[in-house]
């Protein structure tokens, strides 16, 4: 076959994946991305088999490589420019050509403002009950007969798969892997899983396939083929360790008529390792013994898993989003750190993007504060600034993914995803049966502060007026550490406030419905809230200046939906019950509520047994989730003082489970500092 010249040099440096996506420079994207990952199966090294492991690919392996050039499951393919430059120096007009046409590709149109917490990415969850039932071979039959070309780059993706599978038999084998490990992708992998084993390894694989992005109910999916196997424990410990090797994201437990002995063990087997971001659904039917489980790692200091309200979310999705049918609702799952999507059948945008509502009133007070004839006056200029960044944030998403839609198919998920074969739709075009994105509002409980802060400056409750605060903002609060001590000892949220609680609650409504009743191009998709910061709350407050709350320039803004940067965090039963007056039931894409214990008081069954009602109580009162981190004050500041001695520290934060000593500085001060009291 005659290449062309960018292919021939792809080609000549080791790079399959890009030497393949230029082999047909005049084909439809949707076939060059399936030509890129055909090329790639056909001639990437495959990991070697790591001696004793039950599973293949295991721990850091990676089964697209390290090329500079690759395909990547949230935004399709992936370029390491300064690599690929250096690669291609001396190349000439091809190189130049290379490096053109891939940057048009990878261009983002969300702005950088609008990155918050995410600019595009997508999560998703493959098909796996259909994976494990029917194999490879099932999603083969269905690809429909025809020469059009999203038929001919399906059936070239699904080559590119079982070209892959068979080298890994012929790899296996070689390798003297064990002949149960051979037979699960000679067999179980191509036709359907037979039993426990072959279904976990299969797992396994399909999971490394999708670069070990999130799931869905793992107990559900996995407990046909299981048996009660002695061995049960062993081969899920070595999966998460799998999953903390590659930082894998969300996978789902539980729920009403679906708690069972593997859903205990899955929660007891995780407690060594950081990652999968773990969840529980929590529904009144919930065993004790499972409750004990839970506890029982969180007395230990181990964060997983998370808590969700299943009551809460049906109902929600019901509500709010009543094209999902019901059968899916029930399978309502999570991608990422903790983004709303349906198991299997789904492509949200996770996170598509965001406003930090903080950003937003720091200018706001310097443009309209000084001439604002009263508060009322104030505060509608704000709203209207605000709303006018969410609708240019809408424009930002919707260019978004018309150019995801145009140059960065997702073949993989195109194939393994449902609907999209049925539909001939590819998945980044609207093929998948839901499509829909989660927008991110960072800052909120401290923008509810300021607004209360400057609401009673302007009401004259405090003893200056509006430009002495103005002129302290202006200088960081230098020189007026008595006008800052009356800002910080305002009422804030997580106290428990009522007029300020029900002051929060109309401004989130308000908003999160603003962001409900826009449809995304891609499928006509739904736009959900949410408040999820994971550790970006640290540098979104960077370029904040300081706010009428009291809190100085550039410190971290609000690491969740309860309590602002400058709160108390004193008592629990408050923090949850101001986080429970939002209304959560917008907030669908998950209004993230970080909780931090002192773990040794869950050792105390009487104390254990208040924290469990707290948590129920919360929920009854319509809350969506709950995350803990429950490693003891000493304990984190002897792993800031110490990193080598926290090695196996891990923490929730912000909506996902992370390693302690990858944090910066910053952000571990920051969780220390946000202790949760007992109460």
């Not at 080298?167 to 699960?184: D, G, K, M």
């Not at 996995?222 to 969300?250: G, K, M, Q, V």
């Not at 989660?438 to 200056?464: K, Q, S, Y």
């Not at 605060?469 to 230098?478: I, P, Q, T, V």
Request: aromatic share 10%; proline share 4%; net charge negative.
């Amino acid at each position: 076959m005659f290449l062309s010249a960018e292919s021939r040099l792809l080609l000549q440096k080791g790079e399959f994946f890009g030497a393949g996506f230029f082999e047909l420079p005049n084909a439809p994207m949707i076939r060059r991305h399936a030509r890129a990952l055909r090329r790639h199966m056909e001639n990437m090294a495959l990991p070697s088999y790591r001696p004793g492991r039950a599973f293949y690919p295991a721990l850091d392996d990676k089964l697209y490589g390290r090329a500079a050039i690759r395909f990547d499951y949230s935004r399709s393919i992936a370029v390491d420019f300064k690599r690929l430059e250096a690669e291609l120096t001396g190349g000439g007009v091809p190189a130049d050509r290379i490096l053109a046409e891939l940057r048009d590709i990878t261009f983002n149109p969300i702005a950088r403002r609008y990155s918050v917490g995410g600019d595009g990415w997508c999560h998703s969850s493959l098909d796996y009950r259909a994976l494990l039932a029917e194999g490879l071979a099932g999603r083969g039959k269905k690809i429909k007969d025809g020469d059009d070309d999203f038929t001919l780059a399906c059936r070239e993706t699904f080559d590119a798969l079982e070209t892959l599978r068979n080298r890994i038999v012929v790899h296996l084998s070689e390798q003297n892997a064990p002949s149960e490990l051979i037979e699960t992708f000679r067999a179980g992998i191509e036709t359907g899983a037979r039993d426990f084993r072959e279904a976990l390894a299969a797992f396994n694989f399909f999971y490394y396939l999708d670069e070990c992005d999130s799931v869905g109910a793992f107990d559900a999916i996995i407990l046909p083929y299981w048996r009660n196997e002695p061995d049960t424990r062993e081969r899920l410990s070595e999966l998460w360790e799998n999953c903390s090797a590659r930082d894998a994201w969300h996978i789902l437990l539980g729920g009403r008529g679906r708690y069972t002995e593997l859903t205990r063990l899955c929660v007891e087997s995780s407690a060594k390792f950081y990652r999968p971001n773990m969840g529980i659904r929590i529904a009144d039917d919930m065993p004790d013994t499972l409750w004990k489980s839970v506890l029982d790692n969180f007395a230990a200091g181990v964060p997983n898993p998370a808590l969700y309200n299943e009551t809460a979310y049906l109902n929600a999705v019901r509500e709010e989003l009543p094209e999902i049918a019901e059968e899916d609702a029930q399978n309502f799952c999570f991608g990422g750190c903790t983004e709303l999507m349906f198991e299997g059948c789904s492509n949200v945008g996770s996170i598509e993007a965001g406003v930090n509502m903080l950003d937003v009133l720091q200018h706001a007070v310097r443009e309209h504060l000084p001439d604002a004839a009263n508060f009322d006056d104030f505060l509608q200029r704000f709203l209207h600034d605000a709303e006018c960044r969410i609708a240019e944030m809408f424009v930002c998403c919707d260019q978004h993914q018309r150019h995801q839609a145009l140059f960065r198919p997702q073949m993989v998920r195109t194939l393994l995803v449902g609907d999209c074969l049925e539909r001939e739709l590819e998945f980044n075009n609207g093929g998948a049966r839901y499509n829909g994105g989660v927008i991110n509002f960072a800052g909120l409980p401290d923008t509810f502060n300021a607004l209360w802060a400057v609401r009673a400056v302007m009401a004259g409750e405090l003893p200056f007026d509006k430009m002495e605060l103005l002129r302290a903002l202006e200088c960081d609060f230098g020189g007026c550490e008595t006008l800052r001590r009356a800002l910080l000892a305002l009422p804030k949220t997580g106290e428990n406030h009522t007029e300020l609680d029900a002051f929060a609650s109309r401004l989130t409504r308000d908003w999160f419905k603003r962001v409900r009743r826009h449809r995304f191009v891609r499928g006509n998709g739904f736009a959900i809230p949410s408040v999820i910061m994971f550790n970006t709350y640290v540098p979104h407050g960077r370029y904040v200046g300081a706010t009428p709350d009291g809190r100085r320039a550039g410190t971290p803004v609000a690491d969740a939906c309860g309590c602002g940067a400058t709160g108390t965090r004193k008592e629990l039963t408050a923090l949850l019950n101001s986080a429970a007056a939002l209304p959560q039931n917008l907030g669908l894409g998950t209004m993230v509520l970080n909780v931090r214990l002192d773990g040794s008081i869950l050792r105390n069954n009487m104390e254990r047994a208040k924290v469990r009602a707290l948590f129920e109580g919360y929920f009854r009162q319509g809350g969506l989730q709950i995350q803990c981190t429950t490693a003891s004050p000493e304990r984190l500041r002897r792993a800031i003082e110490c990193p080598a001695e926290a090695e196996d520290l891990f923490i929730r934060i912000g909506g996902y489970s992370v390693k302690f000593n990858t944090l910066d500085d910053a952000l571990k001060r920051s969780v220390l500092d946000r202790m949760v009291q007992r109460g």
